[in-house]
């Protein structure tokens, strides 16, 4: 089996956001069509297939020597990426606050979930970008 | 203050290639690349162990200098 790198870890995390996204769809939703039953079956299986690999190859990451260098570009990734996050919540705060007579609860939710990806898209960009460049 | 390396003087010297190095001291070809830049600061494992590589000591192999 390949050896695990700490970018396929951090990748990994978008996939687990868009799944979040699609089960807050799946609760938030309002409409209903015949082939959703399909999606939720897709989506429930294919979920719990790739809990199941990326727990392999997380348990294989463990097993191997990390690389020191990858793991202190992360921890500096995430300093930056939780200061990303929390502009992103005030932004999304003060939205509320302005439009809170336009908006719904199921559309701030469906804001937090945009968010969620968008954060875990610029964790894995930034990570790649400073791991290759040495930034 | 800057960290200064002989790293690549004595990987050179030795003949090794920097996979060969990381792959000896558990770390990937991009961190002795980064390491010989002096663009990252190793941990004091990474450090001894890159000197026993070496047969040298981690005073000689890597120091601060004063910007």
Redesign the interface.
Known sequence: MKKVTLKELVADKIIFAVLVALYYWMWARNDWKDFYPTIQTVVGGFTFWYFVFRAIRVRKYKQE?A????E?NLHRCDSICLKVCKAALIGIGFACAIGRLVLTTEVIGYCLMGTLILIEVVRTVAFWLM??K?L | MALVTKLKEYRERDNFKQAELAELVGVRRETIVNLEKGKYNPSLKLAMDIAKVFHTTVEELFAYTED
């Not at chain 1, 690389?67 to 990858?70: G, I, K, L, Q």
């Open positions: 020597a690389d020191e260098m990858a202190a791991d290759e040495g």
